[in-house]
């Protein structure tokens, strides 16, 4: 679940640097999640995977859903 989900990201990340990707560890940063799920009107789950466009969540994938393949088909589909 959550190691499959991070390692999903990372290893996206290493071969897509130039995309943003910021990371909020909920058990140390709860009034910031509090404050993005608050923001962009949206109940938080732990993993999730937010894609944000022009200030706007465009996609949210939460736990299993989070794999390599998922995140780059939603970089081409919605952040190209």
Not at 4 to 20: C, G, H, M
Not at 33 to 48: D, G, L, P, R, Y
Request: aromatic share 10%; net charge negative; hydrophobic share 35%.
């Amino acid at each position: 679940g959550s190691a499959r989900a991070k390692e999903s990201i990372d290893s996206f990340l290493r071969t897509n640097q130039d995309v943003e990707i910021f990371q909020i560890t909920v058990q140390t940063e709860r009034t910031l999640s509090n404050e993005v799920a608050k923001t962009f009107q949206i109940k938080h789950e732990s993993q999730q995977f937010l894609f944000l466009k022009n200030g706007k969540v465009e996609k949210v994938l939460n736990h299993y859903q989070i794999s390599f393949s998922t995140i780059e088909k939603i970089q081409i589909d919605y952040l190209d």
